[in-house]
């Protein structure tokens, strides 16, 4: 019902005779500004139909990336929260009464158990003020994300993280490269192509690095002298990107890099699914370890006592 409203939106604004691109820009919440900046293009470009082909082609890669992590993430998850649970259980029901009777019996209670104990009984009396923390952390981020310059410490953050950043950087390129590639195609002037294709980037490390470019085109120094500056962008971007320019044909090497991005992309994905189960294996082993010591220790302590 929510689409609808917004679909039948558009074409009240498509009758008045706005733009479509102006239309989806007065709903950001279900239009995000790749999706806006990329139907922009085919407006601007005379080629719509393309644009709407890039689009299903992007959307769909990413749906398909989402899936495939969330099946990869549902069988560990759920292991590592039923260890959790069982956990919590046996540390909060069934421990504290064995420990009495250890303790009648004047055994020692084993270190670990005290802090297991100690971690889980003080997780359960503060679980209001944790959850509370909790909130205000996220109220926060989200807070900070408005402000410009902490969004972009922030995400100057992300694009170093070990391994996320490489991926996000990546994602942005092939991007970025797509887009511009359809402009150029289209005859669309450098420059004009680089304010558009800009207007993709998610990442503000990128797209100052892409303005810094557009800059330069613009005070006729080139396009990419500004790219060398700054070292967030990959050496094989930047090399291809001069190659480009100075055999005119950016064309073709923008395309290249985009498939080069876009199968990186994948692959530093895939990678990254591919360790979390070994992760989460290891997860769950090091809490049943826990469990098994905290369960174990105090009733071997025990009998030593009665002996």
Known sequence: ?????????????????GSLAAALKEHPQA???LFISVVE?????????????????????EQEAKKKAMRTLMYPLAIVGLSLVTMGVLMVVALPPMLNVIQQMKGDVPLITRLTIGAFTGAKNNFGQIFIGVALLFILV?????IPRA???IEAVKVKAPLFGGMIVASELARFSRTITMLLEAGVPLATALGLA??????????????A?????????????????????????VELAMIGEASNSLKRTMGDAAEAYQKETEQRLDGLLTMLEPASTLVVGGMVAIM???MLMPIYSGLQSFK
């Open 292 to 294: 098994a010591f905290s």
């Open 142 to 146: 989200k807070l900070m994300n408005r």
């Open 31 to 33: 239009f995000d500004p």
């Open 151 to 153: 969004k972009y410490a």
């Open 198 to 211: 800009m207007g993709g980037c998610k990442n503000q490390i990128i797209k100052r690095a892409f303005l």
């Open 41 to 61: 293009v085919g407006e601007y470009s005379g080629r719509l139909a393309p644009s709407l082909e890039q689009l299903a082609d992007i959307v769909e890669r």
């Open 1 to 17: 019902k929510v689409m609808r409203g917004v679909l039948l939106s558009i074409h009240k604004t498509l009758d008045e005779g």
């Open 213 to 237: 470019s557009q800059e330069s085109l613009l005070s006729g120094h080139g396009f990419t002298p500004a790219l060398k500056k700054h070292p967030i962008l990959p050496s094989l971007f």
